[in-house]
């Protein structure tokens, strides 16, 4: 049981670059969501999905696009990657999608820098 | 203003020391409420989780929130040097789609 991964784990892009952020869990959790996380700004989320083929934008989600074909895995795209997009990037997962004892188990991490 | 405070520290206490730490935040529609831990360059862990008003014990963790000050807190009694880390409140309304976390408080607990 590897929990939640995400790949890559450090990415220097170009503005203008695009690139898919990869995340997937092996624990059959409905509920996927998207933060990023700045100095100061706390977490932030971009985009969840209740299941497979359902998605839904959060609090920040300019910029950026998601899909979920299967229920393991959840990819963030960036369309046109700026400066203001360099920032730390968490995948999280939890079942089902609502409080209670549903904690939501995080990924390490994508670290992404775009010059 | 954000809608939830953190002062960030840094905060640095020596072994064996009580920690308090602290989150205001202005919407009152808030009912649920965590603290998660996030070590140097991991993701962030769930603590402790809240419903509504009252206190909550786990170990030497205990989390208090009080609704009518629109203010929550996170004790560790007995602190270790393994505690440092990053602590983040976070809360929301009704489910995982509506949290707002704060920036977080960075604690060092010296040896």
């Known amino acids: 049981n590897a929990g939640v991964t995400q790949t890559p784990k450090f990415q220097v892009l170009k503005t203008g670059q695009s690139m898919t952020l990869q995340c997937a869990q092996d624990m059959n959790h409905e509920y996927m969501s998207w933060y990023r996380q700045d100095p100061g700004m706390g977490l932030r989320l971009i985009h969840y999905s209740v299941g497979a083929g359902i998605t839904d934008q959060g609090e920040v989600p300019n910029g950026y696009n998601v899909s979920r074909s299967t229920t393991e895995d959840f990819p963030l795209r960036l369309l046109s990657a700026a400066p203001s997009q360099t920032s730390v990037y968490f995948c999280?997962?939890?079942?089902?999608?609502?409080?209670?004892?549903?904690?939501?188990?995080f990924g390490p991490g994508t670290r992404l820098t775009v010059l | 203003q954000k809608e939830v405070e953190q002062d960030p520290g840094p905060l640095s206490v020596p072994e064996g020391a009580i920690v308090s730490l602290n989150c205001t935040y202005s919407?009152?529609?808030?009912?649920?409420f965590m603290w998660y831990r996030q070590y140097s360059r991991k993701g962030p862990e769930l603590l402790m989780y809240t419903y509504s008003s009252g206190n909550k014990e786990d170990g030497r963790f205990t989390a208090q929130v009080d609704k009518s000050s629109k203010y929550i807190s996170l004790f560790i009694r007995d602190s270790q040097p393994s505690d440092s880390a990053t602590y983040l409140c976070?809360?929301?309304?009704?489910?995982?789609?509506?949290?707002?976390f704060g920036a977080g408080t960075r604690l060092t607990v010296k040896p």
């Open positions: 919407n009152s529609a808030f009912q649920y």
């Open positions: 999280a997962s939890s079942s089902p999608a609502g409080w209670g004892t549903d904690t939501q188990y």
């Open positions: 976070a809360m929301g309304t009704y489910n995982n789609n509506d949290m707002r």
